[in-house]
Nanobody
């Protein structure tokens, strides 16, 4: 079964950048749309970005659009989230998640309950 492992989080100053990676094992990512979600204690998890299985369609949380870029390299079984111009409110635990063959083909949804497999999360802290 598919397993996901996030990495790349850390402490960064406001305005800085981080690149998160989500590496899959146990199955090819070709069959999965991938989403990135983040969570702060006491708040609900929110969708940050997602990408369709073929990489054609992407979606972003309005507050990160223009600053974050999601991409995938299916040959490496990896999805990335490039985060630029980071703000303190971007702080949280970032999770990647996989949605097996959402219908119709090529679709992707930034809705938590669409996703079946989740990584363990990686902490992102934006602070001066």
């Amino acid at each position: 079964q598919l397993q996901l492992v996030e990495s790349g989080g850390g402490l960064v100053q406001p305005g800085g950048s981080l690149r998160l990676s989500c590496v899959a094992s146990g199955d090819t990512l070709n069959w999965y749309a991938i989403g990135w979600f983040r969570q702060v204690p006491g708040k609900e998890r929110e969708g940050v970005s997602c990408i369709s299985s073929n990489g054609v369609t992407t979606k972003y949380l309005e507050s990160v659009e223009g600053r974050f870029t999601i991409s995938r390299d299916n040959a490496k079984n990896t999805v990335y989230l490039q985060m630029n111009s980071l703000k303190p409110e971007d702080t949280g635990v970032y999770y990647c998640a996989a949605d097996h063959l959402p219908a119709p083909y090529g679709s992707v949804y930034l809705t938590e309950n669409e996703y079946e497999r989740w990584g363990q999360g990686t902490q992102v802290t934006v602070s001066s």
